[in-house]
């Protein structure tokens, strides 16, 4: 099952030069060097049945690309990027062909989902955070073919998400997207998730309304209008971000 696992230590308030271990899903552990603004592959240590190569890199030293072949011939990527903020963003994805049954995909210890497939349908049976260890669950978008959560702790600087989505072949899609440092750590700084998300089953279809529904629905828009106000929606994480990482001195 693809998953991305391990720990996730307090860092400091800018994120530091030295090495970092990424838990990738099944395939293996990676092991990336922080230098100035630059990412460097550390090591790549595959897990039995699994092999690696590199993927690519751009000319500076931001980025890094990299491949993990096994059982399943779409393999897992993983790929780690350094912004200008100095704040570092990671990926994992991984392809593989499901099959009908119930799953568990963890993220660290931030939290998990277990969701069921059965035929071409997806759905999410419970998404939990780790609340005593400060996460939560501060975004969370589900239907029938995938879903996207995303975690938070305001005491940490990493951001967390959670996605996944099946195709008509039962090819499950995961990703895990990671973001830490200081630009993620001030997004939190003002701002306090929900200590109690609930996961509720949202409906696929509505009721196709009548005649006698529009014209009620119409009268009460006109008496609304003068109520309403604009909704304004803040996410908490601003772009997809998901996985665990491990500091080495």
């Known amino acids: 099952m693809p998953a991305a696992s391990g720990t996730t230590e307090p860092l400091a308030a800018r994120l530091p030069a030295g090495s970092y271990r990424f838990t990738a899903g099944q395939a293996g552990v990676v ?12 090591s790549m240590e595959p897990n039995d049945g699994w092999s690696h190569r590199p993927d690519g890199s751009d000319a500076e030293g931001g980025e890094i690309e990299l491949r993990f072949v096994g059982p399943d011939p779409a393999g897992l990527d993983f790929a780690a990027e350094r912004d200008d903020d ?3 963003d990671t990926r ?34 419970d998404a939990r955070a780790e ?27 990493p951001g967390i998400r959670m996605s996944a989505e099946l195709d008509d072949d039962q090819r499950l899609e995961m ?17 306090e998730p929900d200590p109690t998300p609930t996961i509720t089953p949202r409906p696929t279809a ?9 014209d009620d629905r119409d009268d009460d828009d006109d008496d609304d209008d003068d109520d309403d106000e604009p909704e304004s929606r803040d996410s908490v994480v601003s772009r997809d971000s998901g996985g665990s990482a491990d500091s080495v001195d």
């Open 175 to 191: 990703e895990t997207h990671t973001r830490i440092g200081p630009g993620y750590r001030a997004e939190l700084r003002d701002e």
């Open 92 to 125: 994992i994805a991984e392809s593989t062909v499901a099959g009908d049954g119930q799953r568990t995909a963890t993220s660290g210890d931030a939290g998990a989902v277990t969701f069921t497939i059965v035929g071409e349908q997806l759905r999410v049976d």
């Open 86 to 88: 100095g704040t570092l």
């Open 131 to 157: 609340n005593q260890a400060g996460w939560h669950i501060v975004e969370d978008e589900f239907d029938e073919e995938g879903f996207s959560i995303a975690f938070a702790n305001a005491g940490r600087s």
């Open 31 to 42: 092991t990336i060097r922080l230098s100035g603004g630059g990412v460097a592959l550390g």
């Open 206 to 214: 509505r009721p196709t309304p009548t005649d006698d529904d529009d």
